[in-house]
């Protein structure tokens, strides 16, 4: 009755498939799916005190007008806000009369001094000042949205820039910052208008490109994104994210070997910034292109270390998860002599599986006890070290191995299971119902629970032992 069984049962890891065999090395069981690099939205490259020291003249018909005492002051100071702001500031509050209202545009050009000087609770204070005197202020307005926008409150800057239009603004440079703002505040629809007009009066500014670009790819108008992106790759060559920006395009519409030439292109003259690297050795290992993968990870090192090292490690795990040991030696050789502590624990789990496919069972034996000096309750490296006995026949360190790793969460289930296997290669029937019931109540499964019911029968035969 019992060799009806007995095969089968003495091959249960096989048939658990995914779900088991590959939690010791977990970092390596697949290559994860190379997923679209999120296009962050870059603020425009402009300069925000600029802005604020060009709105200094006045437009006389269309704004409020200050005392001759004030302006005759104005015109002695006025070009010290950019290069004396602090002495500037001086005279224009000294001039402040106690109990005397200075004029709106006295307010503006002391909200530009304050700003010049980064105080932006009395700018802010000013501007409003200046508007609520006289709500057609267009530049006030203007400068206010300005200011909301430097000190990331996109919020205010929407309703400030917004009022600049409504009052005639149509500077290109407005709609863009009202575009940008729009966006940051999650409103795709009105932000993409504004780019548009920001565009039609200045058809050659990146950052409204890119921003446009940005919306066309979250609304998956892909035809227009990738227009876009190659318009911006011609006109600004040299600027790595705008090469990124087009290979995510094309991973977003499936087409991984056009995105992989792109990104290539961009190494190849020089241009890609660690991020284009990434994904492009990101391409290439899932393309299974492992010696292009580590000549790109390994270019990584240099300019961004812990991101190199990660890679690297990663490309080992997934190269020896596919059986393809020499390449992953081939990249433990490439890492550095001095890895992060979470590095040197992930080389040395690789290179303990590396070992155990040779059948150095002391080698894998002494890398895996390097990782529990340091991290004790591993439960990886407990499960991989009972293996590793296992492979070396000594069952009884291999028992002890997995009980640890039986007192460890995420390893509780596998090591439950390898005990099982341990005590069913023996014959111990009723010690494997044990352990397969321990497993099933940490995680249910109609495999294990149809080998419990074979092992039942099993059990009920063996004899009870003698005391």
């Known amino acids: 009755m019992r060799s009806r069984f007995l095969l089968p049962l003495l091959f249960l890891p096989a048939v658990l498939g995914a779900q088991t065999e590959g939690d010791v090395f977990d970092l390596a069981r697949q290559q994860s799916a190379l997923s ?16 604020i020291n060009a709105s200094s003249s006045f437009l006389k018909e269309r704004e409020p007008e200050m005392s001759a005492e004030e302006y005759a002051l104005y015109e002695k100071m006025v070009g010290m806000l950019s290069s004396n702001p602090s002495f500037a500031l ?53 400068n206010l949205g300005v200011l909301y926008y430097s000190t990331s409150r996109f919020g205010d800057a929407v309703a400030a820039f917004s009022r600049s239009v409504a009052l005639g603004d149509r500077e290109p440079i407005t709609y863009g910052l009202l575009g940008y703002s729009l966006e940051k505040e999650g409103n795709v629809v009105a932000a993409e208008v504004a780019y548009m007009q920001a565009l039609s009066g200045d058809p050659g500014n990146a950052d409204w490109q890119e921003g446009l670009l940005r919306l066309c790819l979250q609304s998956r108008q892909l035809g227009r994104a990738e227009a876009i992106g190659r318009t911006l790759i011609k006109t600004h060559p040299a600027e790595g994210r705008y090469w990124l920006m087009l290979a995510n395009v094309l991973l977003t ?73 020499a ?42 006890e390097t ?55 023996n014959h111990h029937y009723a010690r494997t119902v044990e352990h397969l019931r321990k497993a099933l109540s940490l995680e249910r499964s109609p495999a294990i629970e149809d080998y419990l019911d074979r092992v039942k029968s099993l059990a009920a035969d063996e004899p009870t032992p003698q005391p």
Do not use: C
Not at 39 to 51: E, F, S, T
Not at 108 to 123: R, V
Not at 329 to 345: D, F, M, Y
């Open 327 to 368: 390449e992953a030696e081939n990249v433990l050789k490439a890492l550095p002599a001095n890895l992060s502590p979470a590095g040197r624990t992930a080389r040395l789990m690789v290179q303990a599986r590396l070992d155990s496919e040779a059948k150095r069972w002391a080698d894998a034996r002494r890398d895996l």
């Open 371 to 425: 990782v529990l000096a340091d991290e004790p309750m591993s439960g990886a490296a407990l499960l991989a070290l009972g293996t590793v006995h296992v492979g070396a026949g000594d069952d009884t360190r291999a028992a002890l191995a997995f009980e640890s790793a039986t007192r460890v969460p995420d390893a509780a289930y596998r090591a439950s299971l390898e005990l099982a296997n341990l005590e069913l290669r």
């Open 253 to 325: 519409d499936n087409r991984k070997q056009e995105a992989l030439v792109v990104l290539e292109l961009a190494a190849g003259t020089g241009v890609a910034n660690p991020d284009e690297l990434i994904l492009l050795g990101d391409l290439y290992a899932e393309q299974g292109l492992s010696a292009e993968a580590l000549a790109v990870y390994t270019k990584l090192l240099k300019p961004v270390p812990e991101t190199g090292e990660q890679k690297l490690l990663r490309l080992a795990q997934v190269l020896v998860a596919a059986g393809r040991y």
């Open 36 to 51: 679209v690099k999120d296009q962050k939205a870059v603020a425009p490259g402009l300069d925000p005190k600029r802005i």
């Open 90 to 142: 001086k005279l224009l509050e000294n001039m402040l009369k106690e109990g005397e209202k200075p004029s709106p545009a006295f307010q503006f050009i002391l909200g530009n001094a304050y700003y010049a000087t980064s105080d932006f609770a009395k700018t802010e204070a000013a501007y409003k000042a200046a508007v609520e005197r006289y709500p057609t202020f267009l530049r006030a307005w203007n």
